[in-house]
Nanobody
Framework: QVQLVESGGGLVQAGGSLRLSCAAS????????MGWFRQAPGKEREFVVT????????YYADSVRGRFTISRDSAKNTVYLQMNSLKPEDTAVYYC??????????????????WGQGTQVTVSS
């Protein structure tokens, strides 16, 4: 099992930027794909982006492609989500997650077995 702790959320005006971080501990971080999901008030949790164990492959939801960038630093056991050109509809609790098994890249919630506690992102209009 891996422990994940997100940080970097906050309140930002539309058009602004935020950078989320997710620090991992408890197992070999570099062998696992990672992802970000989000849940807006009254809505189901949705996929945002995934990154492979070595960072070579990424896949974004259509709603964030071109605005968000995922990256990872294996030396720091941390994955990042750079969010630019934020919109009010990006307001949500953002969760990072680790894949259920090594060398696996997932896009569905069931593909991820460890979750952080979430960090709130609020974008004002």
């Amino acid at each position: 099992q891996v422990q994940l702790v997100e940080s970097g959320g906050g309140l930002v005006q539309a058009g602004g930027s935020l950078r989320l971080s997710c620090a991992a501990s408890g197992r070999t971080f570099s062998s696992y794909g990672m992802g970000w999901f989000r849940q807006a008030p009254g809505k189901e949790r949705e996929f945002v982006v995934t990154i492979s164990w070595n960072g070579a492959y990424t896949y974004y939801a259509d709603s964030v492609r071109g605005r968000f960038t995922i990256s990872r630093d294996s030396a720091k056991n941390t994955v990042y989500l750079q969010m630019n050109s934020l919109k009010p509809e990006d307001t949500a609790v953002y969760y990072c997650a680790a894949a259920t098994r090594p060398y696996y890249v997932g896009v569905y919630e069931a593909d991820f077995g460890s979750w952080g506690q979430g960090t709130q992102v609020t974008v004002s209009s």
